[in-house]
Antibody
Framework: QVQLVQSGAEVKKPGASVKVSCKASGYTFTNYAIHWVRQAPGQGLEWMGWINPDIGDSTYSQKFQGRVTFTRDRSATTVAMELNSLTFEDTATFYC????????????????WGQGTLVIVSS | IQMTQSPSSLSASVGDRVTITCRASQNIDTYLNWYQQKPGKAPRLLIYAASSLQTEVPSRFSGGGSGTDFTLTISSLQPEDFATYYCLQTYNIRTFGQGTKVEIK
C-alpha cells in the first residue's frame, strides 16, 4: 500500500535551518509529484510547493520562495524539504502529500499523506 | 486564487444536515477537493473533482458546484464527523480554504 513516512520531530533555534524527509513506498516513486503543507498550531493548512521526483524540478509558494528547497533521492525514494532562516512563526507541523490525477481527466488531488513532522523553533 | 470558506465554525447535533461552502476568487471549473482533519492527524481526502466521492468515504458526504461556488454536505452528521474541513483548489498551483470546524452542539 502507498506509504509516506516522515522524519521525526525537530527543535531548532531562530535563524537555523531544518530538513524534513519523506520516504515513499508502495508505488512508482517517479510517477507522482510530492507537495509540502505547513500547519501552525491551531491554524489551517498552508501549501508550500511541490517537487517532481522524476526530474527534480520544484515550484514554490511565493510566501516561501527563497527560503525553502525541495530535493529528491530517486534511489532512496525519498524527498526532503529544507527551510532556512527559521523564526518562531515557523513552529508548525509539516506534511508531505502525494498528488494524484483523476483517471481520464485533468483534476488532481492529494490522496496520501505523511504522518506529519513537528518543528519547534525555540530559543 | 483565493479560497473563502464559510462558516469558520458551526455547532450541530448528531443527525443534522450540514453544509459548508467554499468560494473561489476566479473560475476553477471543478478543480476542487474537500478534506477532513481530526486533531493530531493528517488530512483525509473526502471529495475530489468537486463531486466525486473518494473510495471508502461514507455516502453521507457529498460535494457539489463548479466555477466559483462549491459545497460540502453531510446528510446526517455522525459522531465521528466532528472535525475540521478544508477545501483545496488545484486549478492553479494550490490554495486551501481557511477551514470549518464542526463542533458538537
Amino acid at each position: 500500500q502507498v506509504q509516506l513516512v516522515q522524519s521525526g520531530a525537530e527543535v531548532k533555534k531562530p535563524g537555523a535551518s531544518v530538513k524534513v524527509s519523506c520516504k515513499a513506498s508502495g508505488y512508482t516513486f517517479t510517477n507522482y509529484a510530492i507537495h509540502w503543507v505547513r500547519q501552525a498550531p491551531g491554524q489551517g493548512l498552508e501549501w508550500m510547493g511541490w517537487i517532481n521526483p522524476d526530474i527534480g524540478d520544484s515550484t514554490y509558494s511565493q510566501k516561501f520562495q527563497g527560503r525553502v528547497t525541495f530535493t529528491r533521492d530517486r534511489s532512496a525514494t525519498t524527498v526532503a524539504m529544507e527551510l532556512n532562516s527559521l523564526t518562531f512563526e515557523d513552529t508548525a507541523t509539516f506534511y508531505c502529500t502525494r498528488d494524484a490525477k483523476v483517471v481520464g481527466a485533468s483534476e488532481n488531488y492529494f490522496d496520501s499523506w505523511g504522518q506529519g513532522t513537528l518543528v519547534i523553533v525555540s530559543s | 486564487i483565493q479560497m473563502t470558506q464559510s462558516p469558520s465554525s458551526l455547532s450541530a447535533s448528531v443527525g443534522d444536515r450540514v453544509t459548508i461552502t467554499c468560494r473561489a476568487s476566479q473560475n476553477i471549473d471543478t478543480y476542487l477537493n474537500w478534506y477532513q482533519q481530526k486533531p493530531g492527524k493528517a488530512p483525509r481526502l473526502l471529495i475530489y473533482a468537486a463531486s466525486s466521492l473518494q473510495t471508502e468515504v461514507p455516502s453521507r458526504f457529498s460535494g457539489g458546484g463548479s466555477g466559483t461556488d462549491f459545497t460540502l454536505t453531510i446528510s446526517s452528521l455522525q459522531p465521528e464527523d466532528f472535525a475540521t474541513y478544508y477545501c483545496l483548489q488545484t486549478y492553479n498551483i494550490r490554495t486551501f480554504g481557511q477551514g470549518t470546524k464542526v463542533e458538537i452542539k
